[in-house]
């Protein structure tokens, strides 16, 4: 994976001079107590040293930090790729070194050379400053400061972008397992929707068979229309049970008995698409399905407080749910808890109260988030 370099700035840069400057400080500093306390006729002169330190020393790094920043920008050191970079900045330190003392041994040549040293030539006073007194150390450090700084920011900006590239990788993953689950309840409905169909079929009961496949296509046309979207405002969920219901009332016929309600305040809160179906259907076909006789189905939502708070209800066969150890969740309530686990973390409440022959309640607590367009189009 390739990361962006950031370009070292002006300012960064300059701070890290600074630093440098305060560095030469302390050690001139520590280097005259040093001599105090080591040296009989030592002399106590740390502000004249720090001056020759900070002209000759120093100061021309501030013309030579530029290429040294440069070198770490187009060679930075990272850990799958290190020998080609060091061995660069090996390079440029040489170079800048050899640049560095040529100059002070041209200026020290023309201008405060004395006595035998002033016939010596330009390129000796270079070798002089270079390996015979102390510049090729301070510049080893120098380079060495400059370096390691800007090499650290590359390393945060790796890591930062290690960091958003792996928040983006969960987020895709978990659209791909949303998208998973999706697809498990869909096939799911047109299952029990077709063999609901059949059964209208071998009674010879076409005039409904033809008007459920009807009622089909327009429920699976609008789910299509919205199959890229994992969340909806909770009127166009309650909408599309609307359709699922109007499916499952051929079957039922008259017998069946639909309540729904909606407190204005949530019809607009974002909501899981496809959350509401597969319960619905769950409580059409195991709770209403078994019973005989006139049944009933509600759906309410209403806000409580800053929640919202969905339930619905049936009438029907019920089931001992925690006294029955045979029990096991069917592919539609398996899937919702997983959805509204893997969107809302522990921010949800679901629950299911059953009572045989009396009939079933499940009841979901969740947030009241914004149905906002950003949200609606994830």
């Known amino acids: 994976m390739s990361h962006s370099v950031e370009k070292p700035t002006v300012r960064s840069l300059a701070a890290t001079l600074a630093l440098i400057w305060l560095g030469c400080a302390v050690y001139v500093l520590l280097h005259e107590i040093s001599g105090l306390l080591t040296l009989r006729d030592a002399e106590f002169n740390p502000l004249g040293h720090l001056v020759g330190l ?114 983006r990788l969960n987020e895709h993953l978990a659209e791909l397992r949303f998208q998973t689950l999706r697809m498990q309840v869909d096939p799911h409905f047109l299952f029990n929707a077709l063999n609901a169909i059949a059964v209208l079929l071998r009674k010879r009961d076409t005039a409904r068979a033809v008007e459920m496949i009807g009622r089909l296509a327009r429920f699976f046309r609008r789910t299509l229309e919205r199959s890229s979207e994992q969340w909806v405002a909770l009127e166009e969920e309650l909408a599309m049970i609307d359709e699922y219901i109007g499916i499952a009332k051929i079957r039922f016929g008259e017998r069946l008995a639909v309540e729904q309600q909606c407190d204005a305040r949530v019809q607009r809160v974002a909501v899981p698409a496809m959350l509401l179906q597969p319960l619905v259907e769950n409580a059409l076909v195991h709770g209403l399905g078994a019973k005989v006789g006139e049944c009933a189905l509600a759906v309410e939502c209403r806000a409580d407080g800053d929640r919202l708070r969905i339930e619905i209800r049936d009438d029907g066969a019920g089931c001992a749910f925690y006294a029955d150890p045979n029990f096991r969740y069917g592919v539609g309530l398996r899937n919702v808890r997983a959805r509204l686990a893997q969107m809302y973390g522990e921010d949800h409440r679901f629950t299911i109260d059953s009572v045989p022959d009396e009939g079933t309640r499940i009841t979901i607590d969740l947030p009241r988030i914004p149905a906002a367009p950003e949200r609606l189009a994830v």
């Open 54 to 167: 900070t002209l000759f020393y120093w100061l021309p790094w501030v013309a030579l930090a530029p290429f040294a920043a440069l070198c770490s920008a187009r060679f930075p050191i990272r850990p799958e790729r290190w020998r080609r970079p060091v061995a660069a900045h090996l390079g440029t330190l040489l170079v800048l070194a050899l640049v560095h003392a040529s100059g002070i041994g041209l200026l020290f040549h023309y201008s405060a050379a004395f006595g035998e040293m002033a016939t010596y030539a330009p390129w000796q006073h270079t070798g002089h400053f270079l390996f015979g007194d102390t510049m090729l150390l301070f510049d080893t450090v120098f380079y060495a400061v400059i370096a390691a700084t800007l090499n650290i920011r590359n390393f945060q900006q790796i890591v930062r972008q290690q960091e958003l590239d792996a928040a």
